[in-house]
């Protein structure tokens, strides 16, 4: 698909889909309770497939490249009767599950692999649990840990998790929390403990907020374009979402925000006094990583950002694949372990070939926006954009840009 920017841009209203993390949760305790109703739920493909799997449950479940579906239907399968073979694509069965499948066995499930130890795809014959205690490692995916955070009410004695290592995506963990104490169930984070009682979740019906994780892409647009306005339409303020960090992240290049009745209003101001090196610590909130190393790139910001260690685990090791492509435009980078860093002297130059998407959702939409730098910009894959903002490209196209499929 080609991307081509107009001479002038004619809109400045943008619409995000509601959030796929807190919709996949919000499903989860509405099966557990067997009633209420989730209003505004996300078009993602991600939240559709679980959606779909947790209205029939049929016996060989495929969720496509839906990790966080895969995770925490591990957990909700493993206490339901049945049994069950859970699957995904290829690249779903690289993404590790050992550490949810052995906290859960130490539960009780009955799980077995059907190829390679640690790796989907899994065999699941649901049965009673009976342990109360575990102890987790914290510092490969919080979704571990709200796959077990959201069935620990429905333990005949509750469930305490003691976390071990640095923990990652903190706000991922209490936004779990938030949601099941609004269902009724009292869950206590303190410190590296969680403590969740047994009970029923008591659930009538809850509305899900924006998602952004989508807006952050719009940040990334306005850095990049140097955008004077835009509204991104119905977007409150507060947010239970750690991603809400955003907009101060953003700050630091120049991007401002305010709220009104209309939603979230965007603009860009030049930093007066940017800094020589900008340093990001996205331990809490990953999922930036994308939008903001592609507009770190863009203003040829030297910067080093932190907190990365779980990059390599999601759709693709996206690290990497960052440096692959934002390479095709001339730009340094390093990867390691836990951070990259950007050289942040060189001027963009126009790709002379498509930039490749990885079967990952957020390195199309993190590409985009260079459009209006380069002027044309080749994606390959774009449908991968249905795994989380299906409407992603028609809302892009309202601004002015040329889509050539």
Not at 6 to 16: L, Q, S
Not at 291 to 318: F, H, M
Request: a negative charge.
């Amino acid at each position: 698909m080609k991307l081509i920017a107009p001479d002038n841009y004619i809109g400045d209203t943008v619409e995000v889909p509601t959030s796929k993390s807190i919709a996949n949760r919000l499903l989860i305790i509405q099966a557990l309770a067997q009633s209420g109703d989730v209003l505004g739920l996300s078009e993602a493909k991600d939240t559709q497939i679980l959606k779909q799997v947790l209205q029939s449950l049929p016996s060989v479940i495929d969720v496509g490249h839906a990790g966080t579906s895969f995770r925490f239907l591990t957990a909700f399968l493993a206490i339901q009767n049945g049994v069950f073979t859970l699957t995904g694509s290829d690249r779903m069965k690289e993404r590790p599950i050992g550490i949810l499948v052995n906290a859960l066995r130490e539960l009780g499930a009955d799980i077995t692999y059907l190829e390679k130890e640690g790796f989907p795809p899994l065999q699941i014959s649901g049965t009673q649990l009976s342990s109360t205690g575990i102890i987790v490692n914290a510092n490969i995916s919080s979704q571990y840990i709200t796959a077990l955070m959201l069935i620990g009410p429905y333990l005949p004695s509750g469930l305490e998790i003691t976390l071990k290592g640095e923990l990652v995506s903190l706000p991922y963990l209490k936004m779990t929390a938030n949601l099941m104490r609004s269902c009724g169930v009292e869950v206590s984070i303190d410190g590296n403990q969680i403590t969740i009682p047994s009970g029923k979740y008591q659930f009538t019906s809850l509305a899900i907020e924006k998602d952004w994780s989508a807006i952050a892409f719009w940040y990334e647009w306005v850095a990049i374009n140097k955008t004077e306005h835009l509204l991104i339409k119905d977007v409150k303020s507060e947010s239970i979402q750690g991603d809400r960090e955003v907009a101060y992240i953003f700050e630091e290049l120049g991007v401002q925000s305010y709220f009104d009745t209309d939603g979230l209003h965007l603009s860009f101001h030049p930093v007066q006094k940017k800094k020589q090196v900008l340093v990001f610590d996205l331990n809490d909130t990953p999922d930036l990583a994308q939008p903001l190393i592609v507009t770190l790139a863009a203003q040829q910001q030297k910067a080093e950002i932190k907190g990365l260690s779980t990059l390599k685990n999601k759709e693709t090791d996206r690290g990497l694949a960052l440096k692959q492509e934002l390479s095709k435009f001339g730009v340094e980078m390093e990867v390691h372990d836990d951070r990259i860093t950007i050289a942040g002297n060189q001027e963009l130059i126009k790709p002379s070939e498509a930039i490749k998407s990885y079967e990952d959702h957020r390195m199309a939409m993190a590409f985009a926006p260079l459009v209006a730098m380069v002027k044309e910009l080749d994606i390959e894959n774009p449908k991968v954009v249905e795994k989380s903002y299906p409407s992603y490209w028609e809302v892009f196209s309202r601004l002015g840009l040329d889509i050539e499929k």
